[in-house]
C-alpha cells in the first residue's frame, strides 16, 4: 500500500512563496505520473501541475509561471514550489500519484496540505 506523506503547507502573505513536498513510500511498482491537486473553498478540486515520469510536466493556467513541479525519483518524491503567490492560491493541496504494477494502475492521493495566502 503506498502512502504519500506531504509537507510544506502554511500561512504566507501574497507574493510569498512556499515549497511543497510528497514523499512516496510503500511503492511496489514504478511511479508514473506526480501530481498535485488543490481545493479551493467553495470549489471543486482542480489540477495544478503534473510531471511525468520522463520529466515533462503540464500546468493549470492560472498557474504557469508561478509554479513549478518538479520529482526526485531516487527520493520518490514531487515538490511543488510556488512563487508570486495569490490570495486566489488558498487551498487545500493534494499529492496525486500513479503507479504501475505488471497488470495494474494503481492511484493515490495524499491526506492534504494546507496553504493560506493572505492579501
Known sequence: QVQLVESGGGLVQAGGSLRLSCVASGTGGSINSMAWYRRAPGKQREMVAVVGSGGNSNYADSVKGRFTISRDNAKNTVY????????EDTAVYYCYVVTTTSNNVHYYWGQGTQVAVSS
Open 80 to 87: 511543488l514550489q510556488m512563487n508570486s503567490l495569490k490570495p
